[in-house]
């Protein structure tokens, strides 16, 4: 579904430029989840903003789908393609109700039964329908993000880039994403890239696991390995080894 | 420990186009030299009740409370002004979408700088160097180009960082942590609790920890309030959590994936439409003076 092969992106020009992602290079077949955890600042979303479009200074080979992307995106990229952003106000527009929100993309597709499937999608991220005409302010940080998750998963693509999807959410109202989530991909084939920095869930969810440090990707493992540590990189080890709650020692700092 | 902030029958109500909206309903509790964590799911007015003690609910939001005791200072009762002083100098919050806290169109170094000119008497370049110092402590691997930056260009976990070293500024007595290491990994999520902890265990501020990461708060607080539809439906000693009796508790625990042994299917909390007429739980707590 994907190929990304020797991929760097840069933001700003000039003594300002900074080199964000360094020779990244992964596959994800149909059907597959992958994850990329890895250091907070270390290229994750750049990634996925290269993949949708949003990020344009990148070098380097891209395929979705058997398709070779250029530097801009067509509509029927966007159609095989979604993202729900780290930051669930930035796919949020705020002055458009959560009705407005979820309907736009089916009128778009001239999709009939709008009233039933947004209430069902609403529903689907644990909802109630008194939500429809809510503003995004008037909601709570992770109805707010369940609102972007459920945006994206209405308009039907079958690639979904998910960065922190959860990050927002409680543990019951995780589950019932990650459940919906898992559903949807085994009954229409769907395939994801996610990004999360707990690891519980990225074991949960992936197949396949790309490990980032310093813009580069430093390790790439399978599930199994994640869960037993087998890891080759100090970071890699690091990282999986400090995910196992808070420890006061008495001689720190 | 003497209590540092009572809060007594706190309510924070919304008019919505439809209905009236209760995003807190009668809560109690206290705060003492210590870490208070504050766990719930999604919309169950977290975020609202660390807004509330600062004034900080926006219209057409109501709050009404018996009393919110500072020190002896009934905030409720306070001017604009007043409380203004008291959020700038003794009581800050991190918020949860930190990025939003920000002024977008200043750099994010100078805006740090300002706010340590505001509460300490120093030159601008003292301020950057100070500056330059907190973001490195809260692990930001290059400041110079950070401190030059604008919030858009920062990445989810350095946003909170940023926001994090700005709330630490005027030493707050007590800190309200929404949220504040959701968007970063573990590593570097453990260097900035330790940050926290030091605050607490050398200046006794007063920390609330407002979380959905179960094995964080148990980890890392003292107390913890569980919240459920507005109420406190639970409290218990930090270390005690996993021993809980409440179902809608025990159900938060059973939906937490693990690392080492995931299962096919994560079990689903079935929430009981009794819980939410419980009565609220009294949280708070009595301090001996010693
Ligand atoms: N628009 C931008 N302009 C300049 N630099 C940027 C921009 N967006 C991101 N960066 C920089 O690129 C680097 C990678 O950012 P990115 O958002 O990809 O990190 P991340 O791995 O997603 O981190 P996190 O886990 O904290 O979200 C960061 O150092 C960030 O400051
Ligand atoms: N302006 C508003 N108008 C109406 N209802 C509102 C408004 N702002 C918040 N609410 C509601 O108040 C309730 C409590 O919100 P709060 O932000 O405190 O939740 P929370 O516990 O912090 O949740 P989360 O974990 O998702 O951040 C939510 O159900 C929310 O929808
Ligand atoms: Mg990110
Ligand atoms: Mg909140």
Same mark, same amino acid.
């Given at each position: 579904m994907l190929e990304a092969h020797n991929l760097h992106v840069w933001f700003g020009a000039g003594a300002d430029k900074f080199h964000a992602v360094k020779d990244a290079s992964f596959s994800i077949s149909q059907g597959e989840s992958f994850g990329l955890v890895g250091e907070s600042g270390s290229g994750k979303s750049t990634i996925l903003k290269a993949i949708i479009g949003l990020a344009e200074n990148w070098t380097g080979h891209l395929t979705v789908d058997g398709e070779t992307l250029g530097k801009k995106r067509n509509r029927n990229f966007y159609s095989k393609v979604q993202m729900v952003f780290q930051d669930p106000y930035a796919s949020l527009h705020p002055r458009h109700t959560v009705d407005r929100c979820l309907s736009e993309p089916l009128r778009m597709r001239k999709t009939s039964n709008i009233d039933a499937r947004i209430n069902q999608s609403l529903n689907d991220v644990g909802l109630d329908p008194t939500y429809r005409f809510r503003y995004p302010?008037?909601?709570?940080?992770?109805?707010?993000?369940?609102?972007?998750?459920a945006r994206t998963l209405i308009q039907d693509a079958k690639f979904l880039l998910l960065d922190e999807p959860t990050s927002a959410l409680d543990v019951s109202v995780q589950a019932e994403i990650l459940n919906l989530l898992n559903d949807l991909k085994r009954q229409k084939g769907l395939t994801y890239l996610l990004v999360s920095h707990d690891l519980a869930v990225v074991s949960h969810?992936?197949?396949?696991?790309?490990?980032?440090q310093a813009?580069?990707?430093?390790?790439?493992?399978?599930?199994q390995m994640l869960r037993t540590a087998t890891t080759e990189t100090d970071y890699a080890a690091a990282l999986i080894s400090a995910s196992h709650g808070f420890k006061r020692s008495t001689s720190q700092i | 420990m003497t209590a540092l902030l009572t809060v007594e029958d706190l309510w924070v109500r919304f008019q919505t186009r439809n209905r009236l909206v209760e995003a807190v309903r009668g809560i109690s509790f206290s705060v003492g030299r210590e870490r208070i964590g504050i766990v719930g799911e999604s919309g169950s007015g977290k975020s609202m009740t660390g807004r509330a003690i600062l004034g900080l609910v926006q219209h057409p939001g109501i709050v009404q409370a018996k009393r919110i005791d500072f020190k002896g200072r009934d905030l409720t009762s306070l001017s604009?002004?007043?409380?203004?002083?008291?959020r700038? @100098?003794?009581?800050?919050?991190?918020? @949860?979408? *930190?990025?939003?806290?920000?002024? *977008?169109?200043?750099k994010v170094g100078h805006q740090i700088a300002e706010s340590y000119r505001l509460h300490h008497k120093s030159s601008r370049t003292e301020a950057k160097i100070k500056t330059l110092e907190m973001l490195e402590e809260v692990q930001i691997p290059d400041p110079e180009r950070v401190f030059n930056t604008y919030p858009h260009e920062l990445s989810g976990g350095m946003g909170q960082r940023v926001m994090i070293a700005m709330m630490l500024i005027p030493n707050p007595e007590i800190l309200i942590a929404d949220e504040p290491t959701s968007a970063l990994d573990v590593t570097v999520q453990k260097r900035v609790l330790e940050i926290m902890d030091k605050l607490v265990r050398d200046r006794g501020m007063g920390l609330i920890f407002i979380s959905h990461d179960l094995n964080l708060v148990s980890s890392f607080c003292d107390r913890i309030l569980i919240m459920y539809a507005g109420r406190i439906i639970e409290t218990c000693l930090a270390k005690d959590l996993h021993n809980t009796s409440h179902p809608y508790t025990r159900g938060l625990l059973n939906s937490l994936p693990s690392l080492q042994n995931p299962s096919e299917k994560l079990p689903i909390l079935n929430r009981d439409p009794r819980w939410k007429e419980e009565p609220s739980v009294n949280a708070i707590r009595e301090y001996s003076n010693a």
């Amino acid at each position: 579904m994907l190929e990304a092969h020797n991929l760097h992106v840069w933001f700003g020009a000039g003594a300002d430029k900074f080199h964000a992602v360094k020779d990244a290079s992964f596959s994800i077949s149909q059907g597959e989840s992958f994850g990329l955890v890895g250091e907070s600042g270390s290229g994750k979303s750049t990634i996925l903003k290269a993949i949708i479009g949003l990020a344009e200074n990148w070098t380097g080979h891209l395929t979705v789908d058997g398709e070779t992307l250029g530097k801009k995106r067509n509509r029927n990229f966007y159609s095989k393609v979604q993202m729900v952003f780290q930051d669930p106000y930035a796919s949020l527009h705020p002055r458009h109700t959560v009705d407005r929100c979820l309907s736009e993309p089916l009128r778009m597709r001239k999709t009939s039964n709008i009233d039933a499937r947004i209430n069902q999608s609403l529903n689907d991220v644990g909802l109630d329908p008194t939500y429809r005409f809510r503003y995004p302010h008037q909601l709570s940080g992770g109805q707010r993000q369940r609102v972007a998750i459920a945006r994206t998963l209405i308009q039907d693509a079958k690639f979904l880039l998910l960065d922190e999807p959860t990050s927002a959410l409680d543990v019951s109202v995780q589950a019932e994403i990650l459940n919906l989530l898992n559903d949807l991909k085994r009954q229409k084939g769907l395939t994801y890239l996610l990004v999360s920095h707990d690891l519980a869930v990225v074991s949960h969810m992936c197949d396949r696991i790309a490990i980032m440090q310093a813009g580069k990707i430093v390790e790439t493992i399978d599930k199994q390995m994640l869960r037993t540590a087998t890891t080759e990189t100090d970071y890699a080890a690091a990282l999986i080894s400090a995910s196992h709650g808070f420890k006061r020692s008495t001689s720190q700092i | 420990m003497t209590a540092l902030l009572t809060v007594e029958d706190l309510w924070v109500r919304f008019q919505t186009r439809n209905r009236l909206v209760e995003a807190v309903r009668g809560i109690s509790f206290s705060v003492g030299r210590e870490r208070i964590g504050i766990v719930g799911e999604s919309g169950s007015g977290k975020s609202m009740t660390g807004r509330a003690i600062l004034g900080l609910v926006q219209h057409p939001g109501i709050v009404q409370a018996k009393r919110i005791d500072f020190k002896g200072r009934d905030l409720t009762s306070l001017s604009d002004r007043d409380l203004r002083a008291i959020r700038g @100098q003794h009581i800050s919050m991190i918020m @949860q979408d *930190p990025k939003y806290s920000l002024n *977008p169109v200043i750099k994010v170094g100078h805006q740090i700088a300002e706010s340590y000119r505001l509460h300490h008497k120093s030159s601008r370049t003292e301020a950057k160097i100070k500056t330059l110092e907190m973001l490195e402590e809260v692990q930001i691997p290059d400041p110079e180009r950070v401190f030059n930056t604008y919030p858009h260009e920062l990445s989810g976990g350095m946003g909170q960082r940023v926001m994090i070293a700005m709330m630490l500024i005027p030493n707050p007595e007590i800190l309200i942590a929404d949220e504040p290491t959701s968007a970063l990994d573990v590593t570097v999520q453990k260097r900035v609790l330790e940050i926290m902890d030091k605050l607490v265990r050398d200046r006794g501020m007063g920390l609330i920890f407002i979380s959905h990461d179960l094995n964080l708060v148990s980890s890392f607080c003292d107390r913890i309030l569980i919240m459920y539809a507005g109420r406190i439906i639970e409290t218990c000693l930090a270390k005690d959590l996993h021993n809980t009796s409440h179902p809608y508790t025990r159900g938060l625990l059973n939906s937490l994936p693990s690392l080492q042994n995931p299962s096919e299917k994560l079990p689903i909390l079935n929430r009981d439409p009794r819980w939410k007429e419980e009565p609220s739980v009294n949280a708070i707590r009595e301090y001996s003076n010693a």
